[in-house]
Nanobody, 119 residues
Framework: QVQLEESGGGLVQAGGSLRLSCAASGIISGINLIMGWYRQAPGKQRELVAQLTSGGSTGYADSVKGRFTISRDNAKNTLYLQMNSLKSEDTAVYFC????????????WGKGTLVTVSS
């Protein structure tokens, strides 16, 4: 069974930095995967923040370009989101997601980690 566990959230002042981690277990190698970080703020829809494919391609929401960086450590089976120059509007629950291109049943989510940016 695939399981994802986020960590690294917490309270930080505006302008500060935070690094989120997503530890994965049960992931099968040899298939094309899309890994991503999503966030959901109070009263808003869940949105894609950053995306990384197994081939190394990345994508970012316009609101975080230049401030956030998605990466992974294959040896540790861990996905990261480095967040710099944090703003109050970045406050949200952040979720890790891993899915396969070809298999709809392979779509996994973590429980989320709360990031609160104070003014």
């Amino acid at each position: 069974q695939v399981q994802l566990e986020e960590s690294g959230g917490g309270l930080v002042q505006a302008g500060g930095s935070l690094r989120l981690s997503c530890a994965a277990s049960g992931i099968i190698s040899g298939i094309n995967l899309i890994m991503g970080w999503y966030r959901q703020a109070p009263g808003k829809q869940r949105e894609l923040v950053a995306q990384l494919t197994s081939g190394g391609s990345t994508g970012y929401a316009d609101s975080v370009k230049g401030r956030f960086t998605i990466s992974r450590d294959n040896a540790k089976n861990t996905l990261y989101l480095q967040m710099n120059s944090l703003k109050s509007e970045d406050t949200a629950v952040y979720f890790c997601n891993v899915r396969a291109f070809k298999f709809p049943s392979m779509d996994y989510w973590g429980k989320g980690t709360l990031v609160t940016v104070s003014s």
